[in-house]
Protein backbone atom coordinates (compact mmCIF):
# COMPACT_ATOMS: atom_id res chain seq x y z
CA UNK A 1 0.00 0.00 0.00
CA UNK A 2 2.36 3.00 -1.69
CA UNK A 3 2.22 6.25 -0.35
CA UNK A 4 2.65 9.39 -1.72
CA UNK A 5 5.88 9.07 -3.89
CA UNK A 6 8.15 11.94 -4.98
CA UNK A 7 11.20 12.14 -6.73
CA UNK A 8 13.69 13.35 -6.28
CA UNK A 9 14.39 13.32 -2.49
CA UNK A 10 17.00 16.03 -2.77
CA UNK A 11 18.03 18.47 -5.71
CA UNK A 12 20.68 20.48 -6.11
CA UNK A 13 20.44 23.22 -8.79
CA UNK A 14 22.47 26.11 -10.04
CA UNK A 15 21.01 29.35 -10.17
CA UNK A 16 19.72 29.65 -13.95
CA UNK A 17 18.83 25.85 -14.39
CA UNK A 18 15.33 23.90 -13.62
CA UNK A 19 14.11 21.94 -11.50
CA UNK A 20 11.67 19.51 -12.28
CA UNK A 21 9.67 18.03 -9.25
CA UNK A 22 7.54 14.78 -9.27
CA UNK A 23 4.60 13.31 -7.52
CA UNK A 24 2.67 10.15 -7.83
CA UNK A 25 -0.34 10.26 -5.63
CA UNK A 26 -1.66 7.86 -3.46
CA UNK A 27 -3.49 4.53 -5.08
CA UNK A 28 -7.31 5.55 -6.12
CA UNK A 29 -6.15 9.60 -5.47
CA UNK A 30 -7.41 11.85 -7.59
CA UNK A 31 -6.60 14.98 -6.29
CA UNK A 32 -2.89 16.39 -6.21
CA UNK A 33 -1.46 19.29 -4.21
CA UNK A 34 1.74 21.14 -3.77
CA UNK A 35 2.94 23.11 -0.75
CA UNK A 36 6.47 24.63 -0.20
CA UNK A 37 8.54 24.64 3.71
CA UNK A 38 11.01 27.34 3.32
CA UNK A 39 13.23 27.21 6.45
CA UNK A 40 11.49 27.62 9.72
CA UNK A 41 7.97 28.38 8.18
CA UNK A 42 5.44 26.53 8.20
CA UNK A 43 3.42 24.66 4.91
CA UNK A 44 2.54 27.25 2.41
CA UNK A 45 0.08 26.14 -0.51
CA UNK A 46 1.21 26.34 -4.13
CA UNK A 47 -1.51 24.51 -6.45
CA UNK A 48 -4.47 22.02 -6.42
CA UNK A 49 -4.66 19.99 -9.24
CA UNK A 50 -6.94 17.17 -10.72
CA UNK A 51 -6.14 15.55 -14.00
CA UNK A 52 -5.21 17.16 -16.68
CA UNK A 53 -7.15 19.93 -14.65
CA UNK A 54 -5.93 23.09 -12.69
CA UNK A 55 -7.90 23.50 -10.15
CA UNK A 56 -6.74 26.16 -7.93
CA UNK A 57 -3.11 28.04 -8.49
CA UNK A 58 -3.70 31.00 -6.36
CA UNK A 59 -0.21 29.98 -4.51
CA UNK A 60 1.70 29.66 -7.34
CA UNK A 61 4.03 32.79 -8.07
CA UNK A 62 3.10 34.36 -11.47
CA UNK A 63 6.35 33.72 -13.07
CA UNK A 64 8.86 30.53 -13.76
CA UNK A 65 6.56 27.95 -11.72
CA UNK A 66 3.92 25.72 -13.35
CA UNK A 67 2.13 22.67 -12.40
CA UNK A 68 0.69 19.99 -14.27
CA UNK A 69 -1.45 16.49 -13.99
CA UNK A 70 -1.19 14.57 -16.90
CA UNK A 71 -3.82 11.81 -17.47
CA UNK A 72 -1.01 9.30 -17.18
CA UNK A 73 2.22 9.97 -15.17
CA UNK A 74 3.42 11.46 -12.57
CA UNK A 75 2.28 15.32 -11.61
CA UNK A 76 5.18 17.82 -12.44
CA UNK A 77 6.35 20.56 -10.54
CA UNK A 78 8.58 22.66 -12.60
CA UNK A 79 10.43 25.90 -11.42
CA UNK A 80 12.55 27.34 -14.89
CA UNK A 81 15.37 29.84 -14.04
CA UNK A 82 15.73 29.03 -10.02
CA UNK A 83 17.53 31.67 -7.66
CA UNK A 84 18.68 31.26 -4.28
CA UNK A 85 15.13 31.71 -2.56
CA UNK A 86 13.51 28.83 -4.12
CA UNK A 87 15.67 26.82 -1.86
CA UNK A 88 12.97 25.20 0.29
CA UNK A 89 11.09 21.89 0.52
CA UNK A 90 8.27 21.43 -1.91
CA UNK A 91 5.89 18.49 -0.96
CA UNK A 92 3.17 17.17 -2.27
CA UNK A 93 -0.04 15.53 -1.16
CA UNK A 94 -3.04 13.55 -2.35
CA UNK A 95 -6.56 13.11 -1.41
CA UNK A 96 -9.32 10.67 -2.24
CA UNK A 97 -12.42 11.40 -5.26
CA UNK A 98 -14.67 11.60 -2.64
CA UNK A 99 -16.58 14.98 -2.25
CA UNK A 100 -16.12 17.08 0.89
CA UNK A 101 -12.87 14.78 1.48
CA UNK A 102 -10.25 16.92 3.28
CA UNK A 103 -8.12 14.61 4.34
CA UNK A 104 -4.47 15.03 2.48
CA UNK A 105 -1.84 12.79 2.77
CA UNK A 106 1.45 14.26 2.03
CA UNK A 107 4.89 12.51 0.70
CA UNK A 108 8.41 12.46 1.89
CA UNK A 109 8.84 15.79 -0.15
CA UNK A 110 11.84 16.99 -2.15
CA UNK A 111 14.81 19.20 -0.64
CA UNK A 112 16.12 21.79 -3.47
CA UNK A 113 18.66 23.29 -3.21
CA UNK A 114 20.07 26.52 -5.41
CA UNK A 115 23.59 27.27 -5.51
CA UNK B 1 -1.26 38.71 11.63
CA UNK B 2 -1.39 35.28 10.26
CA UNK B 3 -5.08 32.85 9.29
CA UNK B 4 -3.20 30.38 11.74
CA UNK B 5 -1.17 31.15 14.97
CA UNK B 6 0.99 28.31 16.64
CA UNK B 7 3.25 28.65 19.65
CA UNK B 8 6.63 27.36 17.65
CA UNK B 9 7.55 25.89 21.62
CA UNK B 10 9.80 24.21 21.83
CA UNK B 11 7.53 22.28 24.28
CA UNK B 12 9.48 19.74 26.51
CA UNK B 13 7.49 17.01 28.79
CA UNK B 14 8.68 14.20 30.36
CA UNK B 15 8.12 10.60 29.12
CA UNK B 16 4.57 9.59 30.30
CA UNK B 17 2.94 13.52 30.47
CA UNK B 18 0.47 14.80 28.30
CA UNK B 19 1.15 17.05 26.02
CA UNK B 20 -1.15 20.06 25.17
CA UNK B 21 -0.89 21.66 21.67
CA UNK B 22 -3.11 24.34 20.36
CA UNK B 23 -4.06 26.47 17.73
CA UNK B 24 -6.17 29.97 17.46
CA UNK B 25 -7.22 31.12 13.80
CA UNK B 26 -8.85 34.47 12.65
CA UNK B 27 -11.23 32.54 9.76
CA UNK B 28 -14.36 31.87 10.81
CA UNK B 29 -15.08 30.60 7.93
CA UNK B 30 -12.95 27.44 8.77
CA UNK B 31 -14.71 24.08 9.10
CA UNK B 32 -12.50 21.14 9.13
CA UNK B 33 -9.66 20.63 11.05
CA UNK B 34 -6.41 18.72 10.76
CA UNK B 35 -3.12 17.76 13.04
CA UNK B 36 -0.39 16.58 11.53
CA UNK B 37 3.22 15.40 12.87
CA UNK B 38 6.30 15.96 11.06
CA UNK B 39 9.39 14.36 11.60
CA UNK B 40 12.83 16.16 11.11
CA UNK B 41 13.37 16.32 7.75
CA UNK B 42 10.05 14.27 6.63
CA UNK B 43 6.82 14.85 5.36
CA UNK B 44 3.79 15.18 7.19
CA UNK B 45 1.79 12.39 8.59
CA UNK B 46 -1.67 13.16 8.84
CA UNK B 47 -2.92 12.22 12.31
CA UNK B 48 -6.25 13.36 13.26
CA UNK B 49 -9.29 15.13 11.69
CA UNK B 50 -12.42 16.89 12.77
CA UNK B 51 -15.29 18.65 11.65
CA UNK B 52 -16.72 21.62 12.95
CA UNK B 53 -16.98 21.67 16.94
CA UNK B 54 -16.37 18.77 19.32
CA UNK B 55 -13.92 16.12 20.23
CA UNK B 56 -12.39 13.46 18.49
CA UNK B 57 -10.22 10.34 19.87
CA UNK B 58 -7.69 7.93 18.50
CA UNK B 59 -6.03 5.92 20.46
CA UNK B 60 -3.64 8.17 22.70
CA UNK B 61 -4.71 11.33 20.17
CA UNK B 62 -7.85 13.78 21.51
CA UNK B 63 -8.87 16.58 19.25
CA UNK B 64 -10.81 19.65 20.27
CA UNK B 65 -12.63 22.55 18.00
CA UNK B 66 -14.47 25.25 19.71
CA UNK B 67 -15.24 27.39 16.80
CA UNK B 68 -17.02 30.13 19.19
CA UNK B 69 -13.15 31.06 20.58
CA UNK B 70 -11.75 29.58 17.18
CA UNK B 71 -9.08 27.66 19.15
CA UNK B 72 -8.41 23.72 18.36
CA UNK B 73 -6.27 21.38 20.64
CA UNK B 74 -4.58 17.86 20.46
CA UNK B 75 -3.51 15.99 23.60
CA UNK B 76 -1.32 13.54 23.49
CA UNK B 77 -1.55 11.11 26.62
CA UNK B 78 1.59 8.79 28.32
CA UNK B 79 3.72 10.60 25.87
CA UNK B 80 6.67 8.60 24.17
CA UNK B 81 10.12 9.68 23.31
CA UNK B 82 9.16 9.13 20.14
CA UNK B 83 6.25 11.69 19.96
CA UNK B 84 9.46 14.01 19.76
CA UNK B 85 7.99 15.39 16.37
CA UNK B 86 6.87 19.39 15.45
CA UNK B 87 2.92 19.03 15.32
CA UNK B 88 1.32 21.08 12.82
CA UNK B 89 -2.29 22.17 13.13
CA UNK B 90 -3.70 23.01 9.31
CA UNK B 91 -7.55 23.60 8.90
CA UNK B 92 -9.74 24.45 5.22
CA UNK B 93 -13.22 24.88 4.26
CA UNK B 94 -15.33 24.13 1.68
CA UNK B 95 -15.10 27.11 -0.48
CA UNK B 96 -11.45 27.08 -0.07
CA UNK B 97 -11.32 24.28 -2.70
CA UNK B 98 -8.98 22.09 -0.66
CA UNK B 99 -6.55 24.61 0.32
CA UNK B 100 -5.53 23.97 3.40
CA UNK B 101 -4.21 26.59 5.56
CA UNK B 102 -0.84 26.07 8.20
CA UNK B 103 0.07 26.80 11.35
CA UNK B 104 3.80 27.27 11.85
CA UNK B 105 3.78 24.24 13.97
CA UNK B 106 4.77 23.19 17.47
CA UNK B 107 8.10 21.22 18.29
CA UNK B 108 7.79 18.69 20.78
CA UNK B 109 10.30 17.02 22.85
CA UNK B 110 9.57 14.18 24.97
CA UNK B 111 12.24 13.44 27.51
CA UNK B 112 12.57 9.76 28.59
Known amino acids: NAGVMQNPRHLVRRRGQEARLRCSPM?????VYWYRQLPEEGLKFMVY????????ESGMPKERFSAEFPKEGPSILRIQQVVRGDSAAYFC?????????????FGPGTRLTVT | QKEVEQDPGPLSVPEGAIVSLNCTYS??????FMWYRQYSRKGPELLMY????GNKEDGRFTAQVDKSSKYISLFIRDSQPSDSATYLC????????????FGGGTRVLVKP
Open chain 2, 50 to 53: TYSS
Open chain 2, 27 to 32: NSAFQY
Open chain 2, 90 to 101: AMTFKAAGNKLT
Open chain 1, 27 to 31: KGHSH
Open chain 1, 93 to 105: ASSPRQENSYEQY
Open chain 1, 49 to 56: LQKENIID
